[in-house]
């Protein structure tokens, strides 16, 4: 997977967030593109980038319920109605958003009276101009209260909001798991327990992987 | 009512339909402040002005589905949660904006796929999150293309924007009616005929106003 993260922040170094995203982000094949508020941007070059991609994540903190303002400037000056219609039909879009609140203060009737996929519309408009697949964003809600364990799931699931292919289903998901347990367990040359162990828990996961399609296309023709 | 349209605009003098709203604001009381993007901001003068409004307007073009990167700067540098909780609580924030797609694109299942108010709920979650009122957005779709008649409606009804009272109801909007023929009849001295035609039409519908809240009274009472 042919993947872009556009990182849209005023001050990168001083967002643990971004630094923990930023470790995230080397385990995969991604391409780590930060917005620098210090330079101009190079329309030739980001559109290049643009175009060699087959996956583009915005990733940003909300500020104000939206984008910072580095990321509206990115996109006045580098993308056009003809450029995002010709050059990105049918590449995905995604966006990786962190808070400052709660998950519990998005909703009607709370304190911000919106969810973040409601407040992330102009960017789902986007990807509808444009024919692209727009991908649930991914949501980190304070990210400074997470527990290890939380981070440690958050560290996954980022990875393969970066370069899973798409669309995310129990299928790709898995074979996901098991392709990043395999590369884990191989860059350990003594861990021959854990490989035969993933050897065979790959095995198990792959037959039961096919029991479940078989189960579904059943299903399917029940239903059908 | 005194009133502070914040204007957004990379180049304003290059918008026929910011020009055209510029006219319209100086028939009123209403305080025009435009966001130069050559200039720093001044976050003491920024907040002296929102303190000091009863209506805050924010102006701008529909950019890539959301406001330009100005505004997202202004935010930024001029507005904290603290500041927005305790000195904006109770005021009145509104939005004009204006689109290069005709209205029909602004639905689900169109070319945009949301409504021009889905697309501005950061804003509406701003006014949530600072307590205060929230006015239904004035969408300017296509200026380029308003027949005169439609023109001078939206003349008027941009002025009732910026300085109608709130809540705009029957009577507060006739009222301003009123008051903007008598203004303007008594700028003409010679318009006699005009002036007493104006008193009568007045007082006719001063007196049709009762009624109706005679009438509405009465509803309430049954319904109650």
């Given at each position: 997977?042919n993947?872009l993260?556009i990182?849209?922040h005023p001050?990168?170094?001083?967002?643990?967030t971004q630094?923990?995203?930023?470790?995230g982000?080397k385990?995969?094949?991604?391409k780590?593109?930060?917005?620098?508020?210090?330079?101009?941007?190079s329309p030739?070059?980001?559109?290049q980038l643009l175009?060699?991609?087959?996956r583009?994540?915005?990733?940003?903190?909300?500020?104000w319920?939206?984008?910072p303002?580095?990321?509206?400037?990115?996109?006045?000056?580098?993308?056009?109605?003809?450029?995002?219609?010709?050059k990105?039909k049918?590449?995905?879009?995604?966006?990786v958003?962190?808070t400052?609140l709660?998950?519990?203060?998005?909703?009607?009737?709370?304190?911000?009276?919106f969810?973040?996929?409601?407040l992330?519309?102009?960017?789902?408009?986007?990807?509808?101009?444009?024919?692209?697949?727009?991908l649930n964003?991914?949501?980190?809600?304070?990210?400074?209260?997470?527990?290890?364990?939380?981070?440690m799931q958050l560290?996954?699931?980022?990875?393969?909001?970066?370069?899973?292919?798409?669309?995310?289903?129990?299928?790709t998901?898995?074979?996901?798991?098991?392709?990043?347990?395999?590369d884990?367990?191989f860059?350990d040359?003594q861990?021959?327990?854990?490989?035969n162990?993933l050897?065979?828990?790959?095995a198990?996961?792959?037959?039961?992987?096919?029991?479940?399609?078989?189960i579904?296309?059943?299903?399917d023709?029940?239903?059908?």
């Amino acid at each position: 997977m042919n993947a872009l993260v556009i990182v849209a922040h005023p001050n990168l170094a001083d967002s643990p967030t971004q630094q923990f995203l930023k470790q995230g982000a080397k385990l995969t094949t991604a391409k780590w593109h930060y917005l620098d508020p210090l330079q101009e941007f190079s329309p030739a070059t980001e559109r290049q980038l643009l175009v060699e991609a087959e996956r583009i994540i915005l990733q940003f903190p909300l500020y104000w319920y939206g984008a910072p303002a580095i990321l509206k400037k990115w996109q006045e000056q580098i993308l056009s109605t003809n450029f995002v219609q010709q050059k990105l039909k049918n590449k995905q879009l995604g966006i990786v958003v962190n808070t400052g609140l709660p998950e519990k203060d998005f909703h009607s009737g709370s304190k911000v009276g919106f969810s973040v996929e409601q407040l992330l519309a102009p960017y789902q408009a986007l990807a509808h101009q444009a024919h692209m697949h727009w991908l649930n964003p991914l949501t980190i809600y304070q990210f400074q209260y997470l527990t290890d364990t939380q981070q440690m799931q958050l560290l996954m699931d980022y990875q393969r909001y970066l370069v899973q292919p798409y669309p995310d289903t129990l299928k790709t998901r898995s074979r996901w798991y098991l392709k990043k347990m395999q590369d884990l367990s191989f860059r350990d040359e003594q861990s021959s327990l854990i490989q035969n162990t993933l050897k065979q828990t790959t095995a198990e996961l792959e037959n039961n992987l096919s029991i479940l399609a078989m189960i579904k296309a059943g299903e399917d023709e029940v239903n059908g």
